[in-house]
């Protein structure tokens, strides 16, 4: 009967094994025929596809730029009050330990008047010049340790009032960074909203066509276009010249370029480079 169970299982770990590899294999085999696909594509089409893909891709960098530094600077403002809003609590926290320190001194001052009068009662009562002499050390001792802790107590009250006109000075910048941030985020919402549809149109266009080149293209198209300023991976001919550092380039290299048998790269700037008919499609 173990026996029986033991194959029954053994079995069962066996289809499952079957059952798993099968779809492994499926799904490479998947990933390869859409590899191959795309490999198939005629050097045309692909580098109509590039250029489709630049177009797409400028229209969106053209709406971030309409943007501007709007997103940064709301950031920034943001940052601004955040460190502001520091500044205060510090601030209240500071005036909080100073008035500790005044009342200590208060303190102070009040014993060091008790004890005052305690040493002149005493002083109605010595014995001897050499008493009298000691308890007119402790009132001497007392008498300043009062002028020293109201000194302190007035140089803390000066820092206190210091303190708290910076406090409204900073609130008051807090004020003023808070209105202009509003602006900001209202001049950004009009602006995102103006082109939020088209934006999401256009990324969404730009990922159709990504996934229709294949993944070698594609990397090099992204590396070129992060390196170029104008964010230009692939730019067309324009009076015997490259679209994007303008250099010459010879006319059987131009020629090469209009029969799109291959992929041409500029060999000065390394854009890549399509025939001039493809903006006219």
Same mark, same amino acid.
């Given at each position: 009967?173990?026996?029986?169970?033991?194959?029954?299982?053994?079995?069962?770990?066996?289809?499952?094994?079957?059952?798993?590899?099968?779809?492994?294999?499926?799904?490479?085999?998947?990933?390869?025929?859409?590899?191959?696909?795309?490999?198939?594509?005629?050097?045309? +089409?692909?580098?109509?596809?590039?250029?489709?893909?630049?177009?797409?891709?400028?229209?969106?960098?053209?709406?971030?730029?309409?943007?501007?530094?709007?997103?940064?600077?709301?950031?920034?403002?943001?940052?601004?009050?955040? =460190?502001?809003?520091?500044?205060?609590? +510090?601030?209240?926290?500071?005036?909080?330990?100073?008035?500790? +320190?005044? +009342?200590?001194?208060?303190?102070?001052?009040?014993?060091?008047?008790?004890?005052?009068?305690?040493?002149?009662?005493?002083?109605? %009562?010595?014995?001897?010049?050499?008493?009298?002499?000691?308890?007119?050390?402790?009132?001497?001792?007392?008498?300043?340790?009062?002028?020293?802790?109201?000194?302190?107590?007035?140089?803390?009250?000066?820092?206190?009032?210091?303190?708290?006109?910076?406090?409204?000075?900073?609130?008051?910048?807090?004020?003023?960074?808070?209105?202009?941030?509003?602006?900001?985020?209202?001049?950004?919402n009009e602006i995102t909203s103006e082109t939020a549809n088209d934006e999401k149109e256009l990324i969404g266009r730009s990922n159709e066509i990504k996934n229709l080149i294949e993944p070698r293209l594609l990397t090099a198209y992204n590396k070129i276009r992060h390196n170029?300023?104008? =964010?230009?991976?692939?730019?067309?001919?324009?009076?015997?010249?490259? =679209? =994007?550092?303008? %250099?010459?380039?010879?006319?059987?290299?131009?020629?090469?370029?209009?029969m799109s048998k291959k992929v041409i790269v500029c060999e000065y700037c390394g854009r890549i480079l399509v025939d001039s008919d493809f903006a006219n499609?």
């Amino acid at each position: 009967m173990a026996e029986k169970t033991k194959k029954r299982e053994t079995k069962k770990v066996e289809k499952t094994s079957t059952k798993k590899t099968a779809e492994k294999s499926t799904t490479t085999k998947s990933e390869s025929k859409k590899i191959g696909m795309l490999s198939d594509l005629s050097s045309v +089409n692909k580098l109509r596809l590039l250029y489709e893909l630049q177009i797409i891709d400028s229209n969106i960098d053209n709406i971030k730029t309409i943007r501007g530094e709007l997103p940064l600077e709301v950031q920034d403002l943001e940052d601004e009050i955040i =460190g502001f809003d520091t500044r205060v609590k +510090n601030l209240v926290q500071e005036i909080k330990e100073i008035d500790g +320190n005044v +009342n200590k001194r208060k303190a102070n001052v009040e014993t060091s008047k008790n004890l005052i009068k305690k040493y002149e009662e005493q002083q109605k %009562n010595v014995r001897n010049n050499r008493e009298f002499d000691s308890l007119s050390k402790e009132l001497e001792y007392q008498t300043l340790e009062i002028e020293l802790n109201e000194k302190i107590i007035k140089e803390l009250g000066v820092k206190i009032k210091d303190k708290k006109r910076e406090i409204e000075a900073t609130r008051a910048m807090v004020a003023d960074k808070k209105i202009a941030l509003e602006e900001k985020k209202q001049e950004l919402n009009e602006i995102t909203s103006e082109t939020a549809n088209d934006e999401k149109e256009l990324i969404g266009r730009s990922n159709e066509i990504k996934n229709l080149i294949e993944p070698r293209l594609l990397t090099a198209y992204n590396k070129i276009r992060h390196n170029a300023r104008n =964010g230009l991976a692939v730019v067309t001919v324009k009076r015997d010249a490259c =679209g =994007g550092c303008f %250099n010459k380039i010879p006319p059987q290299r131009q020629l090469d370029i209009k029969m799109s048998k291959k992929v041409i790269v500029c060999e000065y700037c390394g854009r890549i480079l399509v025939d001039s008919d493809f903006a006219n499609e």
